[in-house]
């Protein structure tokens, strides 16, 4: 089960940093990413970190800002959202799956084992 945190209110050009922690089970074995949903679209894949993290994927929209790294031994996944602005408002989701970095990060529309529940980032202007 993965459980993400530390979303809330922040204004344009702060920052956050959100966890995901995960329970009942180890992280090691999978690759991981961060999604974001707007309301009324669909889910997209913004960070990936493959399961040593010697690999990540970053998309264009976040690009410079936001980045993704994990720490096994505390069997995290971490967002850190710098120089945040207005557009970023969205839920946030993290997400595990089994199989390889491309298939978590790029045909997640296939669906993904493990979803956390998501948390409410909103940047103010």
């Known amino acids: 089960q993965l459980q993400a945190s530390g979303g809330g209110l922040v204004q344009s050009g702060g920052s956050l940093r959100l966890s995901c922690a995960a329970s009942?089970?180890?992280?090691?074995?999978?690759?991981l990413g961060w999604f974001r949903q707007y309301p009324g679209k669909e889910r997209e894949n913004i960070l990936c970190?493959?399961?040593?993290?010697?690999?990540?994927y970053t998309a264009d929209s976040v690009l410079g800002r936001f980045t993704i790294s994990r720490d096994n031994a505390e069997n995290t996944v971490y967002l850190q959202m710098n120089s945040l602005k207005p557009e970023d408002t969205a839920v946030y989701y993290c997400?595990?799956?089994?199989?390889?970095?491309?298939?978590?990060?790029?045909?997640?529309?296939?669906?993904?084992?493990?979803w956390g529940k998501g948390t409410l980032v909103t940047v103010s202007s």
């Open positions: 997400a595990a799956h089994p199989g390889g970095f491309e298939r978590l990060c790029f045909q997640h529309k296939y669906g993904l084992d493990y």
């Open positions: 009942g089970s180890t992280l090691d074995d999978y690759p």
């Open positions: 970190i493959s399961r040593t993290g010697d690999r990540t």
